[in-house]
């Protein structure tokens, strides 16, 4: 029974992974680096797949409630891992996260700290998930 309850779960896992990266890239490839493919790529996706495809954040600001400590928001930066129309990687990818999905993204030339001179895109919601 032991056996069969991990792989079982060793499937899940396995099928999260090979779902989250075809939602990534209907190729199945790469995670998109150019501005608009990463932003759509990431409207797709939910925390965990977020994490699994881009691993943890170098930086996280979470948001939470002050009467039950749930966290309704987040601010996550990664580094040097998306590139702009020229080919030049941004310093930092800043994902606005409200509840489990990503709202906006801001692509930036700095280490994070100043936000006002970065690309910013809203990510639309999927019309299904409404």
């Known amino acids: 029974m032991k056996a069969q309850t991990w792989l079982n779960g060793w499937l899940a896992v396995a099928l999260l992974s090979v779902s989250a990266m075809a939602l990534a890239d209907g190729s199945g490839g790469k995670f998109p680096e150019d501005e608009q493919g990463f932003v759509d790529a990431v409207g797709k996706l939910n925390r965990s797949q977020l994490v699994a495809l881009l691993g943890e954040p170098a930086r996280a600001e979470d ?48 280490d994070g700290s100043d936000n006002s001179s970065g690309q910013s895109y809203e990510v639309q919601p999927n019309p299904a998930d409404l």
């Open 63 to 110: 948001v939470k409630l002050k009467d039950s400590g749930r966290v309704v928001a987040s601010i996550w930066h990664y580094h040097n891992i998306n590139k702009d129309a020229q080919g030049a990687y941004y310093q930092t990818t800043e994902l606005d996260l409200i509840d489990d999905q990503v709202s906006v993204v801001v692509f930036l030339n700095n």
